[in-house]
C-alpha cells in the first residue's frame, strides 16, 4: 500500500530577536491510510511544531529548511503552500493564506487541538460552528450540514439536543468529544490530534480514545497522535516515533519502540511511565532537562543526560542507525546497546 503521508528532512526553525530556535530538525517518517503514529517526547522537544507543520498551521516567525518535504497524497505541501524567504535564503515562509493548502486543511487534514477545552469560541454555538466548517468547504445546504453534525454527535456519544449549546454548558469530555467529531466532520483522511485527552480524568480518557479508535477504524482514517504519554501510544499506535530536543530519536512499530528499545532516550522516557501490565516498578524521572534549543550542543542533543554517553557523543552528532527493517536509531551506539535497553510493557 502506498504512503499518505510521507515527511523528509523537515526541518522547521523560529526566528527571534537574538537569532534562530532549532525547534525540529531533519525530521523524516510515513503513514499509511488507516494508521496511527504516536509522536511522543518531553514539552518543548518539537512534536507539535512537526504536527502543525503538516498542515503549515505555525506561528508567523517559522521558517521551514528549503529542502524539507511534506508529500500527502502524491502532493508536496510545503512547495504548495510555502515561498522561498528573501530575508532568509535557504529557508522557505508559509504562505497563510495560500487558498489550495486551505482546501486541504479540514477536508483532507484535520486536526484536534491541544487544550479542546478552549477550542471552541464561547460566544458562538457548538453546533454552528461544526456546521460553519462544513459548509466553508462542502456545497451543502445548512440542514443537510446540520444532518451531518446529528450523526456525528451520536458517533461520539452526545444527545443530539446539545448542538445548541455554548461551550460553557458543556462538561470537558463533551468539548473533547465536540472536538473529535468536528475533525471527523468532512471524512479527513488524516487527523492530526494534539495531546487529545490530556486535562481528562482517566475514566473519561479512556472513554474518548476508545471512542476515537472506533471511528478511526470505521472510516479507515491516518493519525499522528501527539502526546507526552507513552501510555495512550501503548494503547492506540501501531508506529512510533520519539522526539528529544527537535530530532526524530528512534522510530519504529510500537511493538518494536517498547519491547526491542534502541534509544538511551527512549530507555529513558519509558521508565518514566508506570508499567500497564508488568510488574510496578519504581519510576525514574529524567535527570537534567533538555538543552537550550537557541543554542544546542554540537554533539548528540541528549549526551548530558545520558548515562551511556562517550567522549563521541559530545564531539560529533550521531547518525540514524536501521537498526531492524524499519527501525531507526540515532545514536552512535545503536547497535551495541540494542538488546542491552530496557523497554516498556
Ligand atoms: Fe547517549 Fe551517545 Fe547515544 Fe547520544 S549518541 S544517546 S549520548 S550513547
Known amino acids: ?33 488507516g494508521e496511527t503514529m504516536g509522536l511522543v517526547g518531553e514539552s518543548g522537544c518539537g512534536k507539535t511544531t512537526t504536527g502543525y507543520a503538516v498542515t503549515q498551521l505555525l506561528a508567523n516567525n517559522a521558517y521551514l529548511k528549503a529542502d524539507s518535504k511534506v508529500i500527502f497524497d502524491g502532493k508536496d505541501l510545503i512547495k504548495m503552500g510555502t515561498y522561498p524567504s528573501k530575508n532568509y535564503p535557504g529557508y522557505r515562509k508559509i504562505d497563510e493564506f495560500n487558498a489550495d493548502m486551505r482546501k486541504y486543511r479540514w477536508k483532507r487534514i484535520s486536526m484536534i487541538f491541544q487544550g479542546a477545552m478552549n477550542a471552541f469560541n ?10 460553519e466548517a462544513i459548509l466553508a468547504h462542502e456545497d451543502m445546504t445548512e440542514q443537510e450540514a446540520r444532518k451531518r453534525v446529528e450523526e456525528l454527535y451520536d458517533l461520539v ?4 439536543d446539545r448542538i445548541d449549546n455554548y461551550p460553557h454548558e458543556y462538561s470537558g469530555g463533551m468539548k473533547q468529544r465536540a472536538m473529535i467529531a468536528m ?26 480514545l476508545g471512542k476515537m479508535v ?6 479507515n482514517v491516518a493519525m499522528i497522535l501527539i502526546t507526552h504519554d507513552v501510555s495512550v501510544v501503548a494503547e492506540m499506535a501501531h508506529k512510533m516515533s520519539v522526539m528529544y530536543a527537535g530530532h526524530l530519536v528512534e522510530k519504529g512499530t510500537a511493538r518494536e519502540i517498547f519491547k526491542e528499545t534502541a534509544h538511551p532516550y527512549t530507555e529513558a522516557l519509558l521508565k ?14 529524567i535527570p537534567g532537562s533538555p538543552p537550550d534549543l537557541a543554542n544546542p550542543p554540537k554533539g548528540c542533543r541528549f549526551a548530558p543526560r545520558c548515562p551511556y554517553a562517550k567522549d563521541i557523543c559530545l564531539e560529533k552528532e550521531p547518525p540514524v542507525v536501521e ?23
Open 272 to 285: 518514566a511511565f508506570p508499567s500497564i501490565k508488568g510488574e510496578k516498578k519504581k519510576l525514574r524521572a
Open 1 to 33: 500500500m502506498a504512503d499518505l503521508l510521507t515527511v523528509k528532512n523537515l526541518s522547521v526553525h523560529y526566528k527571534i530577536q537574538s537569532g534562530w530556535v532549532y525547534a525540529v530538525d531533519d525530521v523524516n517518517f510515513s503513514l499509511k491510510p
Open 183 to 208: 475533525s471527523m466532520a468532512l471524512n479527513p483522511d488524516l487527523i492530526i490530534a494534539d495531546e487529545p485527552t490530556t486535562a481528562l480524568d482517566v475514566v473519561t480518557q479512556d472513554r474518548i
Open 122 to 131: 464561547p460566544v458562538y454555538k457548538v453546533g454552528d460552528q461544526i456546521i
Open 157 to 160: 456519544g452526545i444527545p443530539k
Open 214 to 219: 472506533e471511528l478511526q477504524k470505521k472510516e
Open 323 to 345: 537498526i531492524s527493517p524499519g527501525h531507526f536509531s540515532k545514536c552512535h551506539f545503536a547497535e551495541e546497546l540494542y538488546g542491552e535497553l530496557s523497554g516498556g510493557e
